[in-house]
């Protein structure tokens, strides 16, 4: 808010006109002809005159202590109005302690002391009063809203990140979104304070009520750098950037092919080079021969693949651990056949012999989650638990959903 704005606000609210309806029996002449010339001046927004009128009341000998209530009163309105944050701050603080003032006013007085604090970048002290304001009953969003981002401003990290939980913890439990601005202040101060942990938790929050590419190609590339993550994992990370929309190379689109292939998925590998080439990455420039021979490439595996489908799903129902299983059903995953591919995962999981069993799982969560069955995958995915990365990518897939 603008000092003008607030000086609108201060008359709004009888900020400086209630003082002077009592100034007849209250003020001395030589107190009160100043200030009621300064009351003229304020209400024509002639401050800087105004203010020069308080001053003159101001140094009035022995002033009672219901005059010194009445000028600082004056003065902060005036003050306020020219744009003089510091002898406005410096006479709202003298009110707001004065034993004249009435119980009835602190809290309107603490939540304009915050605006004007803010608004003339008092950062410190702008916290101070809607903390005040608050702790009096404070309810006003537009102040209270301030809070965090003043604490922030002025180098509080800890009472800002405080307060920022705590409002957006109240706007999940009450159903609602938590504001942009509150979760990009949050990642800020993650920041500022080197906490990788608090930064991705602020990331994830993003991606899960304002989801952007941007947001998800940060938080993607810290779980895959994270200590300890596996490199069998690749693949799925790319099911994950696929479904977030964050594969912008032509050479991504080349790599989750071929690792498609690699791991005997060729239907998987056809929707990479279909969406590369329908991005008009794929096709294109000095590489785009290489395109065509995987294309090429893919096609051919296709062809194989479909023949020997119902011997290979034969095949793997004979063995004694279910990897082979789960590996078949993902094979349908790739080619559209949710059903039979979340059938024949879960019939590989339940023979157990695995030996990656979270990856099974988080396997089994991502088919569910392509065929639609939402409330299955959430559950399943919740449940992969490892310490190579699997369960890392398990919760970012849940957060797509």
Do not use: C
């Not at 100034?23 to 927004?45: F, M, S």
């Not at 709202?92 to 009435?102: A, H, L, T």
């Not at 490199?231 to 071929?258: I, N």
Request: zero cysteines; a positive charge.
């Amino acid at each position: 808010m603008k000092y003008a704005q607030i000086s609108r606000a201060l008359f709004a609210m009888g900020f400086f006109v209630a003082a002077q309806a009592h100034a007849a029996d209250t003020l001395r002449p030589q107190v009160g002809k100043p200030l009621q010339a300064a009351q003229a001046d304020l209400q024509a927004k002639h401050y800087k005159e105004a203010l020069v009128k308080v001053d003159e009341a101001g140094k009035v000998d022995k002033l009672t202590p219901y005059e010194s209530y009445i000028v600082e009163r004056m003065r902060a309105a005036a003050a306020t109005g020219a744009g003089q944050t510091s002898t406005a701050l410096k006479a709202y603080e003298k009110v707001v302690e004065s034993p004249q003032m009435p119980a009835a006013d602190k809290l309107k007085t603490y939540d304009i002391i915050a605006r004007v604090a803010y608004a003339g970048r008092d950062y410190g002290t702008a916290a101070k009063y809607i903390a005040q304001y608050r702790d009096a009953g404070g309810t006003s969003s537009q102040t209270l809203d301030l809070l965090p981002q003043a604490m922030y401003l002025s180098g509080d990290l800890s009472g800002a990140q405080h307060a920022l939980k705590g409002e957006v913890a109240s706007a999940e439990k009450a159903g609602q979104k938590p504001t942009k601005m509150q979760l990009q202040l949050l990642t800020s101060i993650a920041v500022k304070q080197k906490n990788d942990t608090a930064y991705r938790q602020s990331l994830e929050q993003l991606v899960k009520y304002y989801p952007t590419p941007d947001y998800w190609q940060d938080l993607i590339a810290r779980t895959a750098g994270a200590p300890g993550f596996s490199s069998q994992l690749d693949l799925d990370l790319y099911r994950l950037r696929m479904q977030t929309g964050t594969m912008t190379k032509a050479s991504e689109f080349m790599e989750a092919a071929q690792l498609a292939l690699q791991a005997g998925y060729p239907g998987e590998a056809q929707q990479y080079v279909d969406l590369g080439y329908k991005d008009k990455l794929l096709g294109v420039g000095s590489d785009a021969a290489r395109h065509q021979r995987l294309k090429d490439m893919v096609a051919r595996k296709i062809a194989e693949d479909k023949k020997s489908m119902a011997e290979g799903d034969k095949l793997a129902a004979q063995q004694a651990g279910g990897d082979a299983l789960v590996s078949a059903g993902l094979n349908h995953v790739g080619y559209g056949d949710y059903q039979q591919g979340i059938a024949l995962i879960e019939q590989g999981i339940a023979k157990g012999g695995l030996k990656k069993p979270a990856e099974a799982q988080l396997h089994l969560g991502y088919a569910q989650m392509l065929a639609g069955k939402d409330s299955a995958a959430s559950k399943t995915l919740a449940g992969v638990k490892s310490q190579d990365g699997a369960g890392d990518v398990a919760h970012l897939m849940a957060l797509t959903i």
